[in-house]
Protein backbone atom coordinates (compact mmCIF):
# COMPACT_ATOMS: atom_id res chain seq x y z
CA UNK A 1 0.00 0.00 0.00
CA UNK A 2 1.37 3.43 -0.85
CA UNK A 3 0.31 7.01 0.36
CA UNK A 4 1.84 9.80 -1.83
CA UNK A 5 4.00 7.71 -3.52
CA UNK A 6 5.56 6.86 0.05
CA UNK A 7 5.74 3.17 1.42
CA UNK A 8 3.72 2.48 4.52
CA UNK A 9 5.32 0.17 6.53
CA UNK A 10 2.88 -2.63 8.35
CA UNK A 11 6.20 -3.50 10.73
CA UNK A 12 8.79 -1.03 12.11
CA UNK A 13 11.74 -3.04 13.36
CA UNK A 14 14.17 -0.10 14.28
CA UNK A 15 13.76 0.55 18.28
CA UNK A 16 15.11 3.88 17.93
CA UNK A 17 12.50 4.90 15.45
CA UNK A 18 9.67 3.41 17.58
CA UNK A 19 11.16 5.18 20.86
CA UNK A 20 11.33 8.35 19.01
CA UNK A 21 7.91 7.89 17.96
CA UNK A 22 6.53 7.46 21.20
CA UNK A 23 8.19 10.18 22.93
CA UNK A 24 6.40 12.65 21.16
CA UNK A 25 3.61 11.71 23.57
CA UNK A 26 4.10 13.44 26.88
CA UNK A 27 2.03 10.99 28.91
CA UNK A 28 4.63 7.74 27.56
CA UNK A 29 7.78 10.13 28.37
CA UNK A 30 7.77 9.46 31.94
CA UNK A 31 7.70 5.65 31.81
CA UNK A 32 9.86 4.86 28.83
CA UNK A 33 13.67 4.51 30.49
CA UNK A 34 15.71 7.16 28.90
CA UNK A 35 17.00 5.95 25.45
CA UNK A 36 20.23 6.67 23.71
CA UNK A 37 22.08 5.74 21.19
CA UNK A 38 25.38 2.96 22.48
CA UNK A 39 28.63 4.88 22.11
CA UNK A 40 31.67 5.45 24.64
CA UNK A 41 30.50 8.76 25.92
CA UNK A 42 26.80 7.95 26.54
CA UNK A 43 27.89 5.01 28.26
CA UNK A 44 29.96 6.36 30.71
CA UNK A 45 27.55 9.35 31.51
CA UNK A 46 24.45 6.43 31.82
CA UNK A 47 26.43 3.91 33.98
CA UNK A 48 26.72 7.29 35.84
CA UNK A 49 23.63 8.19 36.39
CA UNK A 50 22.24 5.11 36.59
CA UNK A 51 24.35 2.20 37.66
CA UNK A 52 22.65 -0.18 35.32
CA UNK A 53 21.68 -0.28 31.99
CA UNK A 54 20.67 -2.34 28.76
CA UNK A 55 22.38 -2.28 25.59
CA UNK A 56 20.63 -3.57 22.55
CA UNK A 57 20.95 -4.04 18.96
CA UNK A 58 18.55 -1.05 17.00
CA UNK A 59 16.94 -3.98 15.35
CA UNK A 60 17.16 -7.05 17.61
CA UNK A 61 14.64 -9.40 18.38
CA UNK A 62 14.34 -12.51 20.21
CA UNK A 63 16.83 -10.95 23.30
CA UNK A 64 19.43 -11.84 21.02
CA UNK A 65 22.25 -9.26 21.53
CA UNK A 66 20.75 -7.61 24.44
CA UNK A 67 23.52 -7.11 27.25
CA UNK A 68 23.20 -6.27 31.02
CA UNK A 69 25.68 -3.74 31.94
CA UNK A 70 26.37 -2.54 35.99
CA UNK A 71 28.55 -0.30 37.32
CA UNK A 72 28.97 -1.48 41.36
CA UNK A 73 31.52 -0.66 43.75
CA UNK A 74 33.74 1.36 41.73
CA UNK A 75 33.39 -2.57 39.23
CA UNK A 76 32.32 -2.89 35.85
CA UNK A 77 30.34 -5.95 34.44
CA UNK A 78 28.18 -7.51 31.59
CA UNK A 79 26.05 -10.14 31.31
CA UNK A 80 25.35 -11.67 27.90
CA UNK A 81 22.92 -15.24 28.05
CA UNK A 82 23.91 -16.51 31.24
CA UNK A 83 28.03 -15.07 31.34
CA UNK A 84 28.73 -12.52 33.40
CA UNK A 85 32.14 -11.00 32.88
CA UNK A 86 33.77 -8.22 35.08
CA UNK A 87 36.48 -5.38 34.46
CA UNK A 88 38.25 -3.63 36.99
CA UNK A 89 38.17 -0.35 34.99
CA UNK A 90 35.52 1.46 32.58
CA UNK A 91 38.25 1.15 29.41
CA UNK A 92 38.52 -2.45 30.29
CA UNK A 93 34.70 -2.73 30.02
CA UNK A 94 34.16 -0.41 27.16
CA UNK A 95 36.60 -2.25 25.00
CA UNK A 96 35.31 -5.66 25.65
CA UNK A 97 31.40 -4.09 24.71
CA UNK A 98 32.61 -2.55 22.00
CA UNK A 99 34.00 -6.44 20.37
CA UNK A 100 30.57 -7.51 20.96
CA UNK A 101 28.79 -4.79 19.23
CA UNK A 102 31.13 -3.60 16.51
CA UNK A 103 28.91 -4.91 13.57
CA UNK A 104 25.88 -3.55 14.46
CA UNK A 105 23.57 -0.37 15.60
CA UNK A 106 23.21 -0.20 19.69
CA UNK A 107 21.38 1.44 21.83
CA UNK A 108 21.77 2.02 25.52
CA UNK A 109 18.44 2.20 27.81
CA UNK A 110 18.82 2.77 31.29
CA UNK A 111 17.66 -0.55 33.06
CA UNK A 112 14.86 -1.74 35.40
CA UNK A 113 15.38 -3.43 38.18
CA UNK A 114 12.20 -6.32 37.23
CA UNK A 115 10.17 -7.85 39.63
CA UNK A 116 11.24 -11.23 40.36
CA UNK A 117 9.23 -14.71 40.56
CA UNK A 118 11.37 -17.50 42.47
CA UNK A 119 14.12 -15.42 42.00
CA UNK A 120 13.86 -15.26 38.22
CA UNK A 121 12.75 -11.63 36.30
CA UNK A 122 9.96 -11.13 34.77
CA UNK A 123 8.07 -8.59 32.54
CA UNK A 124 4.66 -8.52 30.49
CA UNK A 125 3.03 -8.88 27.05
CA UNK A 126 0.73 -6.24 26.44
CA UNK A 127 -0.77 -7.52 23.03
CA UNK A 128 -2.65 -4.74 21.48
CA UNK A 129 -4.95 -4.80 18.13
CA UNK A 130 -7.16 -3.06 15.79
CA UNK A 131 -10.40 -4.63 16.36
CA UNK A 132 -13.18 -5.29 13.41
CA UNK A 133 -14.90 -1.74 14.36
CA UNK A 134 -11.42 -0.06 13.38
CA UNK A 135 -10.58 0.41 17.12
CA UNK A 136 -7.77 -0.08 19.09
CA UNK A 137 -7.98 -2.71 21.51
CA UNK A 138 -6.03 -4.56 24.52
CA UNK A 139 -6.90 -7.85 23.41
CA UNK A 140 -4.15 -9.74 26.14
CA UNK A 141 -2.01 -9.46 28.42
CA UNK A 142 0.33 -12.30 29.68
CA UNK A 143 3.56 -12.74 32.05
CA UNK A 144 6.76 -13.72 30.84
CA UNK A 145 9.44 -15.43 33.41
CA UNK A 146 13.11 -15.46 32.25
CA UNK A 147 15.10 -18.63 32.38
CA UNK A 148 17.11 -19.13 35.51
CA UNK A 149 20.26 -16.55 36.20
CA UNK A 150 18.93 -14.85 32.29
CA UNK A 151 18.51 -11.12 31.89
CA UNK A 152 15.89 -11.66 29.26
CA UNK A 153 12.26 -13.08 28.94
CA UNK A 154 11.78 -13.96 25.84
CA UNK A 155 10.47 -17.11 24.87
CA UNK A 156 12.83 -17.50 22.11
CA UNK A 157 15.88 -17.42 25.10
CA UNK A 158 13.89 -19.96 27.60
CA UNK A 159 11.51 -17.30 29.21
CA UNK A 160 8.59 -18.97 30.14
CA UNK A 161 4.79 -17.44 29.75
CA UNK A 162 2.54 -17.06 32.55
CA UNK A 163 -0.24 -15.53 33.68
CA UNK A 164 0.10 -11.96 34.59
CA UNK A 165 -2.28 -12.18 37.62
CA UNK A 166 -0.39 -15.04 39.16
CA UNK A 167 2.90 -12.76 38.77
CA UNK A 168 1.51 -9.69 40.02
CA UNK A 169 -0.78 -11.65 42.86
CA UNK A 170 2.97 -11.73 44.85
CA UNK A 171 2.36 -8.01 45.54
CA UNK A 172 -1.08 -7.01 44.97
CA UNK A 173 -4.62 -7.40 46.53
CA UNK A 174 -7.88 -7.77 44.42
CA UNK A 175 -8.90 -4.78 43.53
CA UNK A 176 -5.23 -3.23 43.05
CA UNK A 177 -4.90 -6.20 40.31
CA UNK A 178 -8.06 -4.99 38.98
CA UNK A 179 -6.90 -1.52 38.83
CA UNK A 180 -3.45 -2.03 37.72
CA UNK A 181 -4.80 -4.59 34.70
CA UNK A 182 -6.86 -1.88 33.41
CA UNK A 183 -4.11 0.62 33.57
CA UNK A 184 -2.18 -1.39 31.27
CA UNK A 185 -4.44 -1.94 28.93
CA UNK A 186 -5.30 2.19 28.52
CA UNK A 187 -1.59 2.67 28.32
CA UNK A 188 -1.51 -0.24 25.30
CA UNK A 189 -4.42 1.98 23.25
CA UNK A 190 -2.54 4.91 24.26
CA UNK A 191 0.91 3.50 22.51
CA UNK A 192 -1.00 2.01 19.78
CA UNK A 193 -2.28 5.43 18.95
CA UNK A 194 0.90 7.35 19.40
CA UNK A 195 2.38 4.87 17.48
CA UNK A 196 0.10 4.80 14.60
CA UNK A 197 0.28 8.63 14.28
CA UNK A 198 3.48 8.12 12.90
CA UNK A 199 3.46 4.70 11.21
CA UNK A 200 0.03 4.71 10.11
CA UNK A 201 0.25 1.13 8.34
CA UNK A 202 0.37 -0.87 11.88
CA UNK A 203 -2.56 -2.96 12.57
CA UNK A 204 -1.11 -4.80 15.94
CA UNK A 205 1.55 -4.12 18.73
CA UNK A 206 3.13 -5.79 21.14
CA UNK A 207 3.93 -4.39 24.42
CA UNK A 208 7.20 -5.43 26.72
CA UNK A 209 6.30 -3.84 30.35
CA UNK A 210 8.62 -4.18 32.82
CA UNK A 211 7.63 -3.44 36.64
CA UNK A 212 9.89 -1.89 38.84
CA UNK A 213 9.58 -2.84 42.73
CA UNK A 214 7.22 -0.33 42.82
CA UNK A 215 5.23 -1.56 40.79
CA UNK A 216 5.24 1.01 38.15
CA UNK A 217 4.93 0.01 34.56
CA UNK A 218 7.96 1.02 32.42
CA UNK A 219 7.79 0.25 28.18
CA UNK A 220 10.39 -1.19 27.08
CA UNK A 221 10.17 -1.87 23.60
CA UNK A 222 7.11 -2.35 21.28
CA UNK A 223 7.44 -4.71 18.53
CA UNK A 224 5.11 -4.51 15.64
CA UNK A 225 5.50 -7.91 14.69
CA UNK A 226 4.14 -9.69 17.84
CA UNK A 227 4.03 -13.22 18.14
CA UNK A 228 0.61 -14.64 19.38
CA UNK A 229 0.79 -17.78 20.27
CA UNK A 230 2.09 -17.50 23.35
CA UNK A 231 -1.41 -16.35 24.78
CA UNK A 232 -2.30 -20.20 24.05
CA UNK A 233 -0.85 -20.61 27.13
CA UNK A 234 -3.36 -18.96 29.31
CA UNK A 235 -6.03 -21.05 30.85
CA UNK A 236 -8.98 -19.03 29.60
CA UNK A 237 -8.81 -19.83 25.42
CA UNK A 238 -11.40 -17.12 24.65
CA UNK A 239 -8.21 -14.97 24.96
CA UNK A 240 -6.01 -16.63 21.79
CA UNK A 241 -9.08 -16.91 19.87
CA UNK A 242 -10.03 -13.20 20.03
CA UNK A 243 -6.60 -12.30 19.55
CA UNK A 244 -6.87 -14.98 16.51
CA UNK A 245 -10.12 -13.61 15.11
CA UNK A 246 -9.47 -9.71 14.91
CA UNK A 247 -5.94 -10.84 13.12
CA UNK A 248 -7.88 -12.89 10.69
CA UNK A 249 -10.20 -9.39 10.16
CA UNK A 250 -7.27 -7.17 8.88
CA UNK A 251 -6.11 -10.02 7.17
CA UNK A 252 -3.38 -11.73 8.95
CA UNK A 253 -3.13 -15.29 9.59
N1 LIG B 1 15.72 -1.31 30.14
C1 LIG B 1 15.54 -2.57 30.53
N2 LIG B 1 15.51 -2.88 31.85
C2 LIG B 1 15.31 -4.16 32.26
N3 LIG B 1 15.14 -5.20 31.42
C3 LIG B 1 15.18 -4.96 30.08
C4 LIG B 1 15.37 -3.64 29.58
N4 LIG B 1 15.35 -3.70 28.23
C5 LIG B 1 15.15 -5.00 27.91
N5 LIG B 1 15.05 -5.78 29.02
C6 LIG B 1 14.84 -7.24 29.05
O1 LIG B 1 15.35 -7.79 27.86
C7 LIG B 1 14.29 -8.34 27.07
C8 LIG B 1 14.58 -8.11 25.60
O2 LIG B 1 14.70 -6.73 25.32
P1 LIG B 1 13.84 -6.05 24.18
O3 LIG B 1 14.12 -4.60 24.23
O4 LIG B 1 12.43 -6.45 24.31
O5 LIG B 1 14.49 -6.62 22.84
P2 LIG B 1 14.01 -7.80 21.84
O6 LIG B 1 13.56 -7.10 20.62
O7 LIG B 1 15.21 -8.64 21.61
O8 LIG B 1 12.88 -8.53 22.51
C9 LIG B 1 13.03 -7.65 27.60
O9 LIG B 1 11.87 -8.42 27.37
C10 LIG B 1 13.35 -7.55 29.09
O10 LIG B 1 13.16 -8.80 29.73
MG1 LIG C 1 11.13 -7.68 23.28
Do not use: C
Amino acid sequence: MTIGGDAVPQYVSSKWKKTEALLRNRSLQNIIPKTVRFNRIQLKTMLESSGMVYIKPDTGSYGNGVMRVERKKGRYSFQAGERLRTFSTFDFLFEALRKETKSRRYLIQRGIHLLKYKGRRFDLRVMVQLNPKKAWETTGIIGRVAAPRKIVTNFHNGGKPMSATRLLGQHLNKQAMENKINSLEVLGVRTAKTLRRKFPGLRVIGLDVGMDPSLTPWILEVNTNPDPYIFRKLPDPTIFRTIQRYAKAYGRK
